[in-house]
């Protein structure tokens, strides 16, 4: 009976450790590692308020920013994040506010991270919602990141365009993460 009880509090011990690994800040954790440990991840607002925009519109409301539809006009979004001192990983997650595109009209986008092209996403004629880029790449050496979303086609004139979210609660985050 003793035995079973002290393997349980070992179990117990176990568990927690693991909720608290779950749960810690994005910290690599080496023993004897100095306390200013390189981050393992970061997390932004992407689109957020301190964005840069070119679109037909730029900042619409309290919550949306676009109009976007022309690879001419240079549309994107674009910011400069300071995280890990190099990231492998990047996680994207945006959310199409409005959607006006007619006529089987899409806006393709590319993901750029300090000049490098590391993924891609459309938004075609009647989606509305969030978008989840999940991309690994060759490492890119940090700490600080212009990260940018720039519109890679041209939609027809009269073939509408689409707004992103940048505020509220909708997703507009970006996750830089240094990867083994």
Known sequence: MRRTTKLAGVGLLTVVAVMFLAVAPGYATTVGAPASADRVSSTFQFPSSGSTVVASVGFIDDH?????????RGDRVTQTFSGPSSVRRAILK??????????????????????????????VEGFIGPITVDVTFPRIVGPNYKVTIRVTNEVPTGDGSHTLAYAGAYAHSIILRRLP
């Open 64 to 72: 949306q920013v676009g109009y976007f539809w022309s690879a001419a």
């Open 94 to 123: 945006v959310e199409v506010v409005t959607n006006a595109l007619t006529n089987g009209a899409h806006v393709d986008w590319n993901l750029v991270i300090k000049g490098h092209v590391v993924g891609s996403f459309s938004v």
